[in-house]
């Protein structure tokens, strides 16, 4: 199983070509803004180092979310635009699932995932040992400021992944640090195959928000203005 696979929505763009669970080709580069201009030529160049073509490829997989909005609305594009092209199915990915992925734990051992919003709150969510969602979470995660985290009923030896775990432990939370703050696309890619090979479909390709836009259109017309 060939898939292609990319996250848009953090503070990097991460692209990768997977065969079954092996990583063909990948590139991972720190990009705060600009993800619509550099998605398709990154593609483009990892198809190339892979040896591949759309055509040979299983599968697309994306992240839906959470995360950055307009990063969000490229990647989703970008997929349905190539599975069109391509007749390939897209799979939509949590990236806390995804990044649960990336820390090793996921199905072994609880991990926590704490992502930062960039609006000065965490996205925040944990999985039992069984890769499960933790007992006492919502499907969807939190989306709570660093000071009011004290009732989250974190798993007991949870390790904490991402870019929002130096705060998360700054407040006290009983987790371990791995130390792993990025989504690497190869861990996007291990989500679908492992739903694929499920008989899963995966997330639908839609934005996973929890938070609102920080930016809004006036009422009377006018200019977008952030919140």
């Known amino acids: ?5 990319f996250d848009t929505a953090g503070p990097a763009l991460s692209v990768a070509v997977t065969h079954d669970a092996r990583v063909i080709a990948a590139l991972h580069q720190p990009l705060e803004r600009g993800h619509a201009e550099c998605l398709l030529p990154a593609i483009q160049g990892v198809l190339v180092a892979a040896g591949l073509r759309l055509s040979d490829l299983s599968a697309i997989a994306t992240t839906v979310g959470p995360g950055s909005f307009t990063g969000l609305r490229t990647g989703l594009a970008a997929a349905q635009g190539l599975s069109i092209g391509a007749g390939l199915p897209v799979v939509g990915v949590s990236r806390f699932e995804a990044l649960a992925e990336a820390s090793g734990r996921l199905g072994h051992a609880p991990v926590a995932v704490a992502m930062d919003s960039r609006a000065r709150t965490l996205y ?3 999985f039992a040992a ?3 969602v933790a007992e006492g979470w919502p499907a969807d995660g939190h989306n709570r400021a660093p000071d009011a985290m004290s009732d989250l009923p974190w ?3 949870a390790a904490v992944i991402g870019d929002g775990a130096p705060s998360v432990l700054a407040a006290g939370a009983p987790l371990l640090d791995t130390d792993r703050r990025q989504l690497p696309a190869a861990a996007v890619a291990a989500c679908a195959r492992r739903t694929l090979l ?3 479909s995966g997330l639908p390709a839609q934005p996973l ?3 609102p836009p920080r930016a809004v ?3 009377d017309g006018g200019r977008i203005r952030p919140r």
């Not at 199983?1 to 696979?5: E, Y």
Request: aromatic share 4%; no cysteine.
């Open 198 to 200: 499920a008989g899963g």
């Open 155 to 157: 798993p007991d030896g």
């Open 124 to 126: 925040l969510q944990a």
């Open 1 to 5: 199983m060939k898939i292609l696979a």
């Open 209 to 211: 928000y929890l938070a």
């Open 130 to 132: 069984d890769g499960a």
């Open 217 to 219: 259109r006036p009422r």
